[in-house]
């Protein structure tokens, strides 16, 4: 079936579950859509459902009930063409490492109905691009991890997908090469203009790629927004305090006397209370008035994991 | 690599609708993967080949030359269509191991996400497999007939032959490409594998006549595909007496006979390759 599919989102997501055999309910029900040319980030730790979503969205995971679109075409009922115009580079390596570079370059060309008259410019130009020219004829088993990523994101790109999916991009990888390929990442849009979805637990990337992101806890996404959105519910500052004893009685004693509202947490020893509408020196000088006994005091700019944290009570890079 | 490196041009104007990718043009590319990758891995090559060669040039002759005799037949060149049962299954078999590195280790998930109908990736495999057994086939045979197996290479006789091992073929490998799915390591995979691949040898009439078995393990042999393959390559290559289609079948028609048993080994392959995939599908979409 032909679409008109301009107009459409590129990724739209209606009441998307996944219960695995035995009852585990891996993905509990979430909507959200992706517009063209938009950076997407799903957050959360392992186990939040992320992986499972990619998976229905690529058509390796059956959905249990709800629906997903990519480009207007159902990934249950036209799988093929929901395929077609997408591409995946996985969280672990999926790369043939008997073969040399160019030639999984051009397995994947082929598969994708990339026109043969295409395949080599295109091979050369993004060998060129992600600094892979001098590696393109040797077997991708003598590559360091970092060249073997680049060139599944380069290879990802050979068929010029519309939308492309980034699972976990740069786990795994030293923090260099992590840092470097958030760059190369970062770069993709304004060189493909491509749609991508990058599912992640690391924050600075989030914070660095995406146009929005959907924080994922326990199946369900807890949160949608642009990052800057999400960091401005928590205002300006965050006052982190180091308690002895029990961490959550002492924040229920924060809020019983009003110091602390509900979009404060505590994780491990530390309590943690945004300042929004305060001073942080007022806010201290609140909880010592309680008379809670704290061991270190600190604040800074909040981060999406504490947006995470108020949203969950758990910890991301679980 | 810096991040300075990586320098990007302004993208060309994009296509609107995907394209898609012919049925045949992605077997073509799924097989010449596999194919490569086969070629990378003399393990893939060379192990199966090995006992079924010593089979056809050492014990075979050193048997023959010792005695044992079959009505109206070289025993030697009995042996030698007889080892061609024992190829088939462990070349298939050892296919099943790329199978499991591929998932593990190789580019499989990169396939699955690629806008192809997915049991191509099976039959990209198949056909694989089903060449380079060929060519051991012919490596087998060539090896035997110069260490005086007497073959008949008629066009109907090799007709027979092919037509037997292309089937049993199909149906090894849907066993190994179903175990491969549903074992999880290459080292569960090998223990399993002489079970499958090498078992059915001892019983299916590769060496001897099943008539020489006890008649209840006769019986088990009718049952075996390998029994019926066997059977129809001798049929073909060496005995147009049917011997062996008549220890099977009792009747007297022999083409008769060699088209029942094909139809035998043609049902398993297609029971097996079904299989086969659907177990796929359930791996790969789960």
Partial sequence: MEHNDTQLPAVSVRGLTKTWAGGVEAVKGIDFEVATGEVFGLLGPNGAGKSTTVGMLTTTVRPTSGSARLHGRDVATDAIAARADSAVVFQDPVVDRALTGRRNFEIHARLWGVAPNDVNPRIEQLADSFDLADLLDRPVATYSGGQRRRLEIARALVSEPRLLFLDEPTVGLDPRIRYELIDVIGGLRARFGATVLLTTHYLDEAERLCDRVGIMHAGRIVALDRPANLLAALGDQVLELRVDGDPTAALARLRSCGVAGHDSFAVGATVTIPVRGRTADGVLASVRGTGLATTATSTRPPTLDDVYLRLTGDTLAA | ?286
């Fill in chain 2, 1 to 286: 690599m810096s991040a300075q490196t990586v320098t990007l041009s302004p993208v060309a104007a994009r296509r609107e609708h995907p394209r898609a990718t012919g049925a045949l043009s992605a077997l073509t590319t799924l097989t010449r993967r596999r194919l490569a990758l086969s070629a990378r891995t003399p393990r893939e090559l060379l192990v199966p080949l090995l006992t079924p060669v010593l089979f056809a040039l050492v014990i075979a002759p050193a048997l023959a030359s010792i005695g044992p005799t079959i009505p109206g037949l070289d025993y030697m060149s009995f042996a030698a269509v007889g080892t061609v049962g024992l190829l088939i299954p462990l070349n298939c078999m050892f296919s099943g191991i790329g199978v499991i590195i591929d998932r593990e280790t190789g580019a499989r998930r990169d396939l699955l996400a690629a806008p192809v109908s997915r049991p191509l990736i099976v039959l990209a495999n198949l056909a694989v497999a089903l060449m380079i057994t060929a060519l051991q086939v012919v490596v087998l045979i060539i090896a035997a007939a110069g260490r005086g197996a007497d073959l008949n290479t008629s066009a109907s006789a090799v007709a027979w032959f092919l037509g037997a091992a292309v089937l049993l073929g199909i149906a090894m490998y849907s066993v190994a490409e179903t175990l491969s799915n549903r074992i999880p390591t290459v080292e569960e995979y090998t223990g399993a594998l002489p079970a499958i691949a090498i078992v059915p040898f001892f019983f299916a009439g590769s060496l001897f006549p099943i008539t020489a078995l006890p008649s209840a393990l006769a019986g088990f042999a009718r049952m075996l595909p390998l029994t019926h393959a066997l059977a129809v390559m001798r049929y073909g290559l060496l005995d147009h007496n049917a011997s062996g289609l008549h220890d099977i079948w009792g009747m007297s028609n022999a083409s008769l006979m060699a088209g029942l048993s094909l139809a035998v080994v043609g049902a398993y392959a297609a029971v097996l390759s079904t299989m086969a995939l659907r177990t796929f599908r359930d791996s790969v979409e789960s």
